[in-house]
């Protein structure tokens, strides 16, 4: 059995703006980040290819992407890789915008699925890292 994690916020930005931070999959606006590179720059955005993230921390993640849509502002992905590695055997994530009509503000969901053996601590640490990068994308627009 999977274990999902489900996370929501508003962001008080124009779609268009969070969408372009959100699709390329490098996680830039994290202050987390140390580094990001899509390792393969001639499929850049593409599904099918891997973006790699180092954290400040030191740790290190491959993200393949699954799906992309433009049309319906969200991206799938999958963890392939981490150092050090995690306790878990899968995760795969979407991240979904929607543009809130009364205003310039968008909604942004991310939702994560963790295979069964993905215990508490996993699902409340990723509960909390999703509240900081929303908090971090909020910043990016003020």
Do not use: C
Not at 14 to 31: E, G, H, K, P, Q
Not at 105 to 115: H, L
């Amino acid at each position: 059995m999977a274990t999902r994690v489900f996370e929501s916020a508003v962001v008080d930005a124009n779609v268009d703006d969070v969408w372009a931070l959100i699709r390329t999959l490098d996680f830039s606006f994290l202050s987390s980040v140390q580094t990001h590179e899509n390792e393969e720059k001639s499929r850049d955005s593409e599904v099918g290819s891997v973006v790699k993230i180092t954290y400040k921390d030191g740790t290190a993640q491959r993200l393949r992407r699954l799906e992309l849509s433009d049309l319906h502002r969200f991206v799938t992905w999958e963890v392939i890789e981490s150092s050090p590695p995690v306790s878990y055997m899968s995760q795969v994530s979407t991240i979904t915008l929607k543009p809130i009509t009364k205003s310039t503000r968008t909604y942004i969901e991310w939702v994560s699925d963790f295979s069964g053996d993905a215990g508490t601590s996993v699902t409340q640490d990723a509960k909390f890292k999703r509240l900081d990068a929303f908090d971090d994308l909020q910043k990016k627009f003020k």
